[in-house]
């Protein structure tokens, strides 16, 4: 999804009035006091479970990664924000960068909830007693072995993941 369809209602002009962003340090700050729980000078946004921190701004939540590139930059982001270090809360602007949805897809660094081992990209096979190791590549699963140890199997997923994930960060 493209920024401006979902985010219209607010522009560079406003947020700059509202918000103050240190791009050193990432941190947005009210520039106004808008109510008795938010003061001027005070932190702006709150974190939630998944990480992000986000802004309400004229009845709109919005992304703080979001507003400190629309204030740094004076426009929303064409395509979806990427944080290059992989930790949602630092807001940096030299921390953030555009990618396609694909890329940023790609990025991922965790393991799924419903992997078994927490493991990105490896698995347990019974049949073999081994540890495998498979990347998804251009809508395809590809296999890269099986593996005596976790480590071995995870190696040989980072290495893969870094020939063919585009912008990979890990």
């Given at each position: 999804?493209?920024?401006?369809?979902?985010?219209?209602?607010?522009?560079?002009?406003?947020?700059?009035?509202?918000?103050?962003?240190?791009p050193d340090t990432g941190i947005l700050t009210w520039k106004v006091t808008r109510s008795i729980r938010v003061r001027q000078g005070a932190p702006a946004g709150h974190c939630r479970p998944h990480g992000y921190s986000y802004v309400c701004v004229?009845?709109?939540?919005?992304?703080?990664?979001?507003?400190?590139?629309?204030?740094?930059?004076?426009?929303w982001p064409a395509t979806e924000l990427d944080h290059?270090?992989?930790?949602?809360?630092?807001?940096?602007?030299?921390?953030?960068?555009?990618?396609?949805?694909?890329?940023?897809?790609?990025?991922?660094?965790?393991?799924?909830?419903?992997?078994?081992?927490?493991v990105l990209g490896v698995s347990y096979c019974e049949k073999w007693h081994k540890y495998t190791a498979s990347i998804g590549h251009n809508r395809k699963k590809i296999y890269l072995g099986g593996f005596n140890t976790i480590e071995e199997a995870h190696n040989a997923y980072l290495k893969a993941k870094r020939e063919l994930h585009e912008g990979n960060t890990i």
């Open positions: 999804m493209i920024a401006t369809d979902k985010y219209t209602g607010l522009s560079a002009a406003q947020a700059r009035e509202l918000l103050a962003y240190d004229n009845r709109g939540q919005y992304p703080s990664h979001w507003l400190a590139w629309l204030i740094h930059y004076g426009e290059i270090n992989g930790q949602r809360s630092d807001n940096r602007i030299s921390n953030l960068r555009t990618v396609s949805r694909k890329q940023n897809q790609n990025n991922q660094r965790r393991a799924h909830s419903r992997n078994k081992l927490g």
